[in-house]
C-alpha cells in the first residue's frame, strides 16, 4: 500500500468516526466509590428527614455527628 493510499485510508476512517456523537462510557466505579457516594446519599436523606428540613449550607458537626449516631444503631459504622 502507498503512502498516499493510507493517508486516503486514515482520512477516511477519522471523518466516519467525527460522525460518531457517543461519549465514552466513565469507569464503573470501585467498591470504595461507590460507597462513599452511597454514605454522601444517605447523609443528604438523613438532612432532608429532619424537622425542619437541613438545608447542607446550614449542615454543622452536630449534624455529622447525630447521623453517625444514627448509623451506629443498624450497625453500619
Do not use: I
Not at 438545608?55 to 455529622?64: A, D, E, F, G, K
Amino acid at each position: 500500500m502507498s503512502g498516499d493510499q493510507r493517508t486516503k485510508d486514515s482520512a477516511e476512517g477519522s471523518s466516519r468516526s467525527a460522525g460518531d456523537h457517543h461519549q465514552p462510557q466513565p469507569a464503573p466505579l470501585s467498591r470504595y466509590e461507590s460507597q462513599k457516594r452511597r454514605d454522601w446519599n444517605t447523609f443528604g436523606q438523613y438532612l432532608k428527614n429532619q424537622r425542619p428540613p437541613v438545608s447542607l449550607s446550614h449542615c454543622n458537626c452536630n449534624h455529622v455527628l447525630d447521623f453517625l449516631r444514627y448509623l451506629d444503631q443498624f450497625g453500619k459504622n
